[in-house]
C-alpha cells in the first residue's frame, strides 16, 4: 500500500478511536490550538508543520512562494492535518504586520509559533561576502525572528502561555568558515532566544532553541557528505514535537541536534 494511503489509514483508525475526549488528547494532544510555522513550504519546516498537524494542531505555514504553500498544505490536508498556507516574507515588517492581522480571530486559539524560516550562504569567506548577501541573511534569520516574536507574543501572552520554538544551527555554537555571515545570524539568534526566554517565562511561554547539524535538505551542502548519514528533516520535527509536549512545568531550554555518525 502506498505510504500516503497508509497515513490517511492510520488518522482514520487514531480518530475513530480516540471516542472519548480523554482518548482524543492522547491520540491528538495538540487538538485546538492554532500553530504557525515560518518557512514551512519544505524541508524542515515542512516536515515540522506536518508533525504538529498529525499530532492535532491547527497549522499555518507560511514562506514567500504561494504556489509551493499551496502544494504543502494540500500535501498536508490529504494525510489529514488541518492546514492553510499563507504568503509571508518574515524579512519585511509590512508582510509580518499584514499575515498577523489575516489570522484574525483564530489568534485567539495560537499556542505555538516555530520560527524555522531561513537562508544559507556556505560560499565565499566573509570578506569576499557582499553587503546584499549579508542583508539577506541577518534580515531573514535574525531580524525576521525578531518581527515574528514582536508579532506574537503579546498573543501568547494574551492566550495564557505557549511554545516558541526557534531553529538555529549548529553554525550558532561553533565557527563556520565561508558561512560568517550564517554563524553570525545563528549566533545572534541564540543570544536573541535566551535573552527573551528569561523575559517570557514568567508568562508560561518557552523559547526554545533547537540546534541541528546539517539535515538533507535543499539549504544544506552536500558535497562530501554520506547523505544516509545526515539528519533527516523528520528528526529535528521529532525534537519539536517533544518540546511542545513537554509538561507544563519543564521546559528544554536549547538543544544540540547532532548526525550519530558523522556524514
Ligand atoms: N538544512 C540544514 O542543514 C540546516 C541545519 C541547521 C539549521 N537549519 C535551519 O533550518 C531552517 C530551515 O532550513 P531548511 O534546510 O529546511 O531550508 P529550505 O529547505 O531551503 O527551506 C527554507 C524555507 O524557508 C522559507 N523562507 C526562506 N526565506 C524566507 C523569508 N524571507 N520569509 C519567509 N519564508 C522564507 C522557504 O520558502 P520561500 O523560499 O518560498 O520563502 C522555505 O519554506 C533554517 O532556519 C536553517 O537555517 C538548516
Redesign the pocket.
Known amino acids: 500500500m502506498h505510504l500516503e494511503s497508509l497515513r490517511v489509514l492510520r488518522t482514520e483508525l487514531a480518530t475513530a478511536k480516540a471516542s472519548t475526549a480523554e482518548e482524543r488528547l492522547v491520540s491528538d494532544p495538540l487538538q485546538s490550538r492554532l500553530a504557525i510555522v515560518?518557512?514551512?513550504?519544505?524541508?524542515?519546516?515542512?516536515a515540522i508543520a506536518d508533525k504538529l498537524a498529525e499530532l492535532g494542531a491547527e497549522v499555518v505555514?507560511?514562506?514567500?512562494?504561494q504556489d509551493?504553500?499551496d502544494n504543502a498544505a494540500t500535501q498536508m490536508r490529504k494525510s489529514g492535518g488541518k492546514c492553510d498556507g499563507i504568503r509571508?516574507?518574515?524579512?519585511?515588517l509590512s508582510?509580518v504586520q499584514q499575515f498577523s492581522g489575516n489570522l484574525g480571530r483564530r489568534l485567539g486559539a495560537l499556542k505555538i509559533l516555530i520560527?524555522?524560516?531561513?537562508?544559507?550562504g556556505f560560499s565565499a569567506p566573509l570578506h569576499e561576502t557582499d553587503p546584499e548577501t549579508w542583508d539577506n541573511i541577518l534580515?531573514?534569520?535574525l531580524r525576521?525572528v525578531y518581527y515574528m516574536m514582536r508579532a506574537f507574543a503579546p498573543t501568547l501572552i494574551a492566550n495564557g502561555g505557549g511554545d516558541i520554538v526557534n531553529?538555529?544551527?549548529?553554525?550558532g555554537k561553533n565557527a563556520l568558515p565561508n558561512g560568517a555571515a550564517?554563524a553570525a545570524?545563528?549566533w545572534g539568534l541564540n543570544g536573541l532566544s535566551y535573552s527573551a526566554a528569561e523575559e517570557l517565562r514568567g508568562r508560561n511561554i518557552r523559547v526554545t532553541v533547537v540546534?541541528?547539524?546539517?539535515?538533507?535538505?535543499?539549504?544544506?551542502p552536500h558535497q562530501g557528505k554520506s547523505v544516509n548519514r545526515?539528519?533527516q528533516?523528520a528528526d529535528?520535527a521529532h525534537v519539536v514535537a517533544m518540546v511542545v509536549t513537554q509538561a507544563s512545568q519543564s521546559f528544554a531550554s536549547e538543544i544540540l541536534l547532532r548526525p550519530t555518525q558523522k556524514p
Not at 518557512?39 to 524542515?44: E, K, T, V
Not at 505555514?61 to 512562494?65: C, D, H, L, Q, V
Not at 531553529?167 to 553554525?171: G, K, M, N, R, T
Not at 540546534?211 to 544544506?220: I, K
Open positions: 515560518t518557512g514551512g513550504s519544505r524541508g524542515i519546516g515542512f505555514i507560511t514562506a514567500r512562494n509551493e504553500l509571508c516574507d518574515v524579512s519585511s508582510d520560527n524555522n524560516a531561513g537562508v544559507g534580515n531573514t534569520n525576521g531553529i538555529s544551527s549548529l553554525a550564517y545570524s545563528k540546534c541541528p547539524g546539517s539535515v538533507n535538505t535543499d539549504l544544506s545526515m539528519l528533516p529535528v
